[in-house]
């Protein structure tokens, strides 16, 4: 305890001579320190042109704000100074900071001093001055070291307790299963740790890759084991002195150069997660495996799919993690799908193909989609088509300025053919010292040399293009768990991956963590007429569905049936089902009003639409030819906003098989039931005067235009009923700004409906990554907490909020037969709970699977328990969250989330796809987006 109020006092007191070292350093302190913020770090290798202010959150800002600003270079670019109390930071630096606004006796004591000079730094040359006086760093300090001093002792024990006690919640309802996972175990050497020391530089450098190598020449001292980021230096051993300086070559001036080394602190190896997996990443690569986003992958392995112009490279993804079980690998088995056709040749298709609309066709093909540049394996997302530009195009490179042609000759000794070919882009963004907004990055690429990679939406829509993809990427439990093993063999086998390893006091366990999970027995599916019967082992209930009542029926006695002559005959045979199976779910449905169109013409369904739809009419139904995105969106924007009325569109092609149209219709009629406010069916829920509500957003990957958020909310007790609210938000908001208002709404449909507000509120919110979680804490459920006062001064019911993540890379198998490799490990099966060794050690969580898959392996849904007013049993939200895995109108059988959180999802694509606007507050009470 003694040693870290030694290292944070001797922090104040030294930061005179700490304040030679660069500004840039300090920020990487924060990114390794507090790994969860990423804030103005580089982290591509290039070299900064000029010292950073400190940008971090955390540690970083602490140093600030106690004096340890440095003090550039003359030729450095202006820092941005920003006052403490502005700033939003967390863990250690969040402490200090409101340590210090405490301790300040007045606002001043925050600002720079005022014989700070900031100059406007020039935007040509990127140069500028600055100068903060050590003196004034000095004075700042000494005001403050007392108020600091004071509390160490709190600041310590924040230290070794700042994330809480391990959150241990586990349920006992279900008969007990033995589970394994796709986790491998990291055990870490006794007494091991990770050693952080500071390293300032005399004089100063700018440039991280001369600092690097200035340690690098000293492998003598420091070892051949360290990680180095310009400014902080990880070892994984102590060394002989805390305090020492080393005299090294300036690699290119040949000037000397001292190096201050200071030591700092010990952390535990459960504090470095970051650090663990940056040191997988570097595995990867000592692997000769390809880096593709966050996964790597094995190009020497790849499969070719010949007769389609496929190849598919297996590869992983990797996650270190500190866990209830201890500190492990998550590791699971990927694959990715690239075409053997380049991005020219697929321009060149869609210029032979007849239209006049090349470039709209280009564009629409191409933008969102992500190419694959072979002769440097990396992948690029390409944002627009610049038909002005072609290879003979210059642009600056060094000194002097340089064509495509040239540059790719030179640099990868390709030669481009077509040099009228127009150049793709790619806008990304960077963060850059200095500067609080991340810069944008522009990238021209070839299409000559870039290959599309993933499927297209007509790969996407031929099934023997699916079926033969399938072979190698739905791959069963054994086959997963062959492959992991080879990885981590291949890691132990690989002299320099584990040398890396044993370095910093880790061996990586080739046997996958078993676990003791449970399952949950199956619920009760209730029909029509009181008509109650289990589900069963595989959670399919489409015969019971289909041969009784639905629960609650709302017979149609008008609607609108639309179609175009050519589909006379389908629309004939449509009619006739119908007729034959609405009498086998308890349904009466009058003969529809016909409207048919004489050709098929996206104006003529927006005309026929506007004007003959009669007034009382319940539903419409059209019958089109084709399937086509811009009909359809034509259709669903004027049925759900100027002329609001619940539709269903229906593909003539799938009334094209005598056989198949009995199910067909069946599922139309039950479709239909459900838009118009009936119900299918029930699973018992026993809790009383509660609502539960799904959230999910909508984000346009193409077109990067407005995103949509969804909120669906329940409305009777045997949640079967639920009100919906869309809300389009601006471009890149992944928070919801519409949450109060959506809430508010839904909160009035309930009162009206019950004649009272409900006691509890059980949100499960889709689409939140672990970054994000912090975002529900501190911005979402004071929007929930500012609904309830709205709808009435003095309504506070208890809010349950839940996390659901489904796209996670946990896996899950029982160890006994199945898995398709006869004896071995197979899927786990619906019901599988699992609330222990993979959990979160910080969070109330579990792993629910509650669906059942025929290929491949399943994948559990993470949920998170973030908010719990009700204080509910962990036994009771794991089976609340698999209830409503069962109502889902839209299938007969589980799915992997909650029924709510389906349904945002639903409506939030049909209005970012479709619509593009809030539908009618008249469907607001209906399923009409299914």
């Known amino acids: 305890m003694s040693s870290r109020k030694d290292f944070f006092r001797s922090i104040i007191e030294s930061s005179s001579s700490i304040g030679g070292s660069n500004n840039d350093s300090a920020n990487a302190t924060s990114q390794n320190l507090d790994s969860g913020y990423r804030t103005g770090v580089t982290t591509s290798g290039e070299e900064p042109t000029a010292p950073l202010p400190v940008q971090g959150r955390g540690r970083a800002w602490a140093l600030s704000s106690l004096g340890v600003t440095m003090a550039p270079p003359a030729d450095a670019a202006a820092p941005l100074v920003t006052p403490m109390e502005n700033l939003v930071m967390g863990g250690r630096g969040r402490f200090l900071q409101k340590l210090l606004s405490q301790a300040a006796p007045t606002a001043a004591t925050a600002d720079p001093p005022t014989d700070t000079t900031v100059p406007i730094s020039s935007a040509a040359s990127g140069a500028g001055t600055a100068s903060i006086k050590d003196s004034d760093a000095r004075s700042v300090a000494s005001r403050q070291a007392s108020d600091v001093t004071k509390a160490e002792d709190s600041f310590v024990l924040r230290e070794c307790k700042e994330q809480g006690e391990p959150v241990i919640r586990i349920g006992k309802e279900g008969n007990p299963l033995h589970l394994m996972g796709n986790f491998m ?58 305090r020492f300086k080393l005299t090294s070559q300036h690699p290119t001036e040949g000037t000397p150069v ?73 590791l699971d088995v990927t694959h990715r799908v690239l075409m053997q056709t380049t991005v020219y040749t697929h321009i060149k298709m869609l210029a032979q193909a007849r239209g006049g609309q090349f470039r709209e066709n280009v564009l629409k093909s191409l933008l969102g989609a992500v190419v694959l540049t072979r002769y440097n394996k990396k992948t690029y997302r390409i944002d627009d088509v610049c038909f002005d530009t072609n290879p003979l195009s210059t642009f600056r490179y060094g000194e002097r300025d340089i064509s495509y042609v040239e540059y790719y000759k030179e640099q990868y000794g390709l030669e481009i053919k077509d040099h009228q070919q127009p150049l793709l882009l790619n806008r990304s963004e960077r963060r850059v010292v200095g500067k609080t907004e991340p810069e944008e990055m522009i990238v021209c690429l070839v299409p000559e040399i870039c290959f ?10 031929d099934h023997k293009v699916m079926r033969d993809i399938a072979t190698y990427t739905r791959i069963t439990p054994n086959q997963r768990l062959v492959a992991m093993r080879q990885f981590c063999e291949n890691v132990n086998k690989n002299e320099a991956a584990r040398k890396l390893l044993a370095s910093w006091g880790l061996e990586l366990m080739i046997t996958p963590k078993v676990m003791m999970g449970r399952q949950l027995p199956p619920e009760n599916i209730t029909s029509g007429g009181g008509v109650v019967g289990s589900a069963g082992p595989n959670v399919d209930y489409t015969r019971q569905v289909t041969n009784n009542p639905m629960l609650e029926i709302v017979h149609i006695r008008q609607w609108m049936l639309l179609y175009t002559q050519r589909d006379e005959q389908h629309a004939s045979v449509f009619r006739d089902c119908v007729k034959r199976t609405c009498k086998l779910l308890g349904l009466e449905v009058a003969q529809p009003q016909v409207e048919v169109l004489p050709q098929d013409a996206t104006n003529l369904y927006v005309q026929a639409l506007r004007t003959r739809i009669r007034p009382g009419t319940q539903i419409v139904v059209i019958i089109c030819p084709t399937s086509r995105d811009d009909r359809y969106a034509a259709i669903k924007r004027i049925l759900c906003t100027e002329v609001p009325i619940p539709s269903q569109v229906i593909n003539a092609r799938t009334l094209a098989n005598e056989k198949r149209n009995r199910s067909v219709v069946l599922k139309v009629l039950l479709q239909m039931n459900c838009k118009l406010g009936g119900s299918l069916w029930g699973v018992r829920v026993p809790i009383k005067r509660t609502m539960i509500c799904g959230i999910d957003t909508y984000h346009e990957a193409k077109q990067r235009s407005n995103s949509v958020a969804a909120f669906v909310g329940s409305l009777d007790a045997a949640f079967t009923h639920w009100y919906s609210r869309a809300t389009v938000q601006e471009r890149k908001e992944e928070i919801l700004n519409g949450l109060c208002v959506s809430l508010e709404k839904t909160l009035q449909a309930y009162q009206r409906r019950n004649c009272h507000l409900p006691d509890r509120i059980i949100i499960f919110r889709d689409g939140v990554s672990d ?18 006062k709205l709808v009435q001064p003095d309504y506070e019911p208890k809010i349950t909020f839940i996390v659901v993540q489904k796209r996670i890379i946990t896996r899950l198998f029982t160890m006994s037969r199945g898995g398709g490799d006869g004896e071995g490990q197979g899927n786990a099966p619906p019901g599988t709970v699992l609330d222990n060794t993979v959990t979160r050690r910080y969070m109330f969580d579990f792993f629910l699977v509650s669906q059942t898959v025929q290929m491949g392996t399943v994948t559990p849904t993470h949920y998170i328990v973030l908010r719990d007013d009700s204080k509910f049993s962990p036994d009771i939200l794991q089976q609340l969250s698999y209830k409503m895995c069962y109502m889902y109108y839209n299938w007969t059988g589980t799915i992997r989330v909650p029924a709510c959180c389906q349904y945002a999802h639903k409506l939030a694509y049909l209005v970012g796809q479709s619509v593009k606007r809030m539908p009618a507050e008249s469907l607001n009470d209906k399923l009409f987006y299914l």
């Open 185 to 242: 175990e990291l055990k870490c050497e006794p007494d091991r740790g990770i050693f952080l020391y500071t390293v300032d530089f005399s004089p100063p450098i700018d440039a991280k890759r001369t600092r690097q190598r200035c340690i690098d020449s000293h492998k003598d001292v420091f070892g051949t084991a360290y990680t180095f980021d310009g400014h902080i230096l990880l070892l994984p051993k102590a060394l002989k002195q805390e």
């Open 258 to 330: 001292t190096l201050s080394v200071v030591f700092r602190v010990q952390q535990q190896m459960s504090q470095n997660v970051a650090f663990y997996n940056k040191l997988f990443r570097r595995i990867m690569y000592m692997l000769q495996l390809s880096e593709m986003g966050r996964k790597h992958f094995d190009p020497t392995q790849a499969r070719i799919i010949p007769q389609h112009k496929l190849e598919i490279w297996p590869g992983f993804v990797t996650a270190v993690n500190e866990f209830e079980g201890g500190l492990m690998l998550n």
């Open 452 to 461: 599309l990679t993933g499927l297209t939406d007509e790969m996407r829509n």
């Open 771 to 788: 970054e994000q979680t912090n975002i529900c804490l501190d911005y979402e459920i004071p929007q929930l907490q500012a609904a309830c």
